[in-house]
């Protein structure tokens, strides 16, 4: 495997008989609105079909950012860094969380109209972002050999470690004795009287009348189990670390031709922003309507490839029986190979832009499967059409740093209580009710 270093947890030995909440899927999401959950009184499992955060929660970047957010996102992006705030005294760990700041910087005028826009729209929701000169710039990176005509900085914005921060959400789960399940996957849910009453894993079943679904880039494929239909799709996203090296920046670096996020360790995560991978699959032409605009708008960043991915989507059942083996144990975790074509073109790009770097040493290499939307919005709610079934997915690249907010408003509205945000942008209805599907425009 190359999956990047992460903190190991070992889950408990047997499924409960009984739960209020069952939570599906172990990343960030998941952990949090189990952590939220309990934290209201109610009785959680959470349960994780391979190890916990090991797929995206652990293979992002590590940023933590308001800046650039789709504007639906920004009530609940300003609620997540809060919740980032004090994730140390709730989980009883350092999980690297710092507000060092985040920049963007571009030598392309177009790019500076459009940040320009955004600071606009961050003063009206009192976030911190504001437009940086080129000199300005010269004086935050004094070891860059760059011609940026500017940039955009929200130093309010932070970092933290991925490998840590979703292990220690889950052990927070198990503190308030919450049940915490790993190599252990949910194969369905059995319903009564047209409602949830049991949730069927392959060590037994659990019975419950509230399920949360927070299961990234399987999500589609489990809701299609139970006749459901969401738009999703996956791109494939690679990442580096290095080994310590001079400090250039303390938080994250948006440049052209690389993104940069300092470690805790004295290292950096490094990687190429919309350097990804769309591997076209059945569900790329049943979902090309919603998704075109989408497409049309990242094509230019995008590698198409058609092959072996194609034929295995195309032979995946989506009714397989509960007392057999579920395509989540077929496949315990996604890690797809590296692109080392985009890694290498990033640090290349960021060697030239800080020659001090010329020397540091990759630590490690990685792949990862991001999961989309056609409007880059997560789905954050109900899914009516199956009473007492909720849904955390769908947080197309964005999630790491929204996480603690998505996960405290998922487990509001699964308990019933008063949501922290407007939940009516992440709504499930949306992708079928005629509701334009569209992008922000900044």
């Known amino acids: 495997m190359t999956s990047p270093p992460l903190d190991s947890l070992a889950g408990d030995s047997q499924v409960p008989t009984a739960a209020d909440v069952v939570v599906i899927g172990g990343g960030i999401v998941g952990t949090s609105a189990a952590l939220s959950l309990a934290e209201k009184g109610l009785r959680v499992a959470l349960v994780e079909k391979g190890a916990i955060g090991a797929e995206q929660s652990s293979r992002n970047w590590g940023w933590c950012r308001q800046q650039g957010r789709d504007r639906r996102e920004i009530p609940l992006i300003k609620h997540s860094l809060s919740e980032w705030d004090r994730l140390a005294e709730r989980t009883g760990q350092d999980v690297g969380f710092r507000r060092k700041g985040v920049v963007w910087v571009t030598d392309d005028p177009a790019q500076m109209a459009t940040w320009e826009r955004w600071a606009g729209e961050a003063r009206r929701h009192q976030i ?9 710039l010269a004086e935050m990176f004094p070891d860059a050999r760059a011609d940026w005509i500017g940039g955009i900085a929200t130093p309010s914005d932070g970092r933290a470690e991925p490998s840590q921060a979703t292990p220690a959400l889950a052990n927070a789960v198990r503190a308030k004795g919450g049940h915490v399940l790993t190599q252990c996957a949910v194969r369905g849910v059995e319903t009564q009287g047209g409602a949830i009453s ?20 399987w ?36 440049a052209p031709g690389f993104s940069l996020r300092r470690r805790q360790d004295g290292g950096y995560n490094l990687a190429l922003a919309g350097g990804v991978t ?10 090309m309507r919603p998704f075109w605009s989408a497409f049309r708008a ?20 989506t009714d397989w ?18 692109d080392d074509r985009v890694l290498d073109q990033a640090m290349a790009a960021l060697t030239q832009a800080f020659p001090i770097l010329a020397g540091i040493k990759v630590a490690q290499r990685w792949g990862g499967m991001i999961d989309v939307t056609p409007d880059a919005v997560p789905a954050i709610g109900p899914v009516e059409e199956l009473p007492g079934l909720y849904i955390a997915t769908g947080f197309s690249g964005h999630g790491f740093g929204i996480g603690p907010g998505a996960g ?29 599907l569209h992008l922000d425009a900044g």
């Open 219 to 254: 999500s589609n494929l489990f809701l299609k189990r139970h006749g459901l239909d969401m738009p999703q799709l996956c791109v494939r996203a690679s990442v580096l670390r290095t080994e310590p090296g001079p400090a250039v920046t303390q938080g994250g670096l948006g």
């Open 128 to 136: 911190d972002s504001h437009i940086v000169s080129k000199a300005e």
């Open 298 to 317: 990242e094509r230019g960043s995008m590698r198409l490839s058609f092959g072996r991915e194609f034929t295995r989507a195309l032979m995946q059942r």
């Open 278 to 287: 769309f591997d076209l699959v059945p569900d790329a032409l049943r979902y």
């Open 198 to 217: 049991h949730v069927i894993t392959e060590w037994g079943s659990i019975a419950t009348r509230l399920v949360l679904l927070a299961g990234g880039a």
């Open 408 to 436: 405290r408003l998922a487990a509001d509205l699964v308990a019933g209580d008063a949501p922290i945000v407007d939940p009516e942008p992440f709504r499930f209805t949306r992708f079928h009710d005629g509701t334009p």
């Open 321 to 338: 029986p509960f007392d057999g083996v579920s395509p989540f144990e077929a496949c315990r975790i996604l890690d797809p190979a590296p």
